[in-house]
């Protein structure tokens, strides 16, 4: 009986390494992705609607952009990428695997707005990190083949929206 327990033990505490060896980059080997995806929205949202229109209405922004850039050693950019979001607002910025030799820390990138496709809506806000930039932390979605981490959604809003700070 202590036999079978020891047994059981040793697979919980492999299949528990297993699975931790997975949240990070160095789980990129076992799914044979070559790339990593770093999607989300980019929305306007108008103060001057009805408290719900603005909490609850925002709009898509077609051709907003966001970049994406990664570090490397020595803190020295590696790579920055931008993508200008579709007819739903969403963007997908493909990160390679590997840039000059030099791999690709996910934990190393940062993803900011850097401009609006709407004339109307340009003023950058920071809800979600959209302004100041959020670091990549954790993949929401993990498939052989596919490493995607979801961020935003990221929101511009009307000038006449804009509060000076006090």
């Known amino acids: 009986m202590e036999r079978r327990f020891s047994i059981v033990a040793s697979l919980v505490a492999a299949a528990v390494v297993a699975a931790v060896s997975l949240n990070g980059a160095e789980g990129w080997s076992t799914y044979d992705a070559k790339a990593f995806h770093v999607v989300g929205k980019v929305l306007c949202q108008d103060c001057s609607k009805g408290w719900n229109q603005w909490a609850h209405g925002a709009t898509p922004i077609i051709g907003s952009k966001v970049g994406v ?90 000038p006449k929206c804009d509060l000076p700070r006090k």
């Open 69 to 158: 850039t990664c570090m490397g050693p020595q803190a020295r950019v590696l790579l920055h990428k931008s993508d200008a979001c579709d007819r739903r607002g969403e963007f997908d910025v493909v990160v390679d695997k590997y840039v000059n030799g030099v791999e690709v820390n996910p934990e190393e990138c940062t993803v900011r707005l850097v401009s609006s496709g709407c004339q109307n809506c340009t003023v950058m806000t920071n809800f979600n990190g959209g302004k100041d930039g959020v670091r990549l932390s954790r993949p929401s979605t993990v498939y052989p083949g596919r490493i995607a981490y979801k961020v935003g959604p990221f929101y511009f809003t009307t």
